[in-house]
């Protein structure tokens, strides 16, 4: 009867330390408060994406993660920015006597 009441005792033992590693590495800790269904905050602007554009994008969230629609959007205007700035800098070295344009702002 010890036995058994000893083999339980540990079998709790070891299904709490498990439910408490769980609990923290798949913990949810989300920082930012969940959306109403249906609303998208994924914004970027049309041209000359900043780093400031790019920390503030959120995605709605779903049951397993982000919206992958979402996701795969920003990721493509993402990588066409990144191409078109590769392309400019690829123009201005190819001919480094041209004269540089520059912004104003």
Known sequence: MTSALIYLLVMV??????????SLLF????????L?????????????????????LQFQQVFRGYKMTEVDWAVERLAAEVE?????????EADPDR???????
């Open 99 to 105: 004269e540089v344009e520059r912004d104003p702002a």
């Open 27 to 34: 913990g949810r800790g989300e920082e930012l408060e969940p």
């Open 13 to 22: 033992l070891v299904a709490a330390v498990v439910f408490l590693l769980a």
């Open 36 to 56: 109403p269904p249906g609303a998208s905050p994924t914004r970027l602007p049309a041209e000359d994406v900043t780093p400031d554009d790019i920390r503030g």
């Open 84 to 92: 078109r700035l590769r392309a400019r800098v690829a123009e201005l």
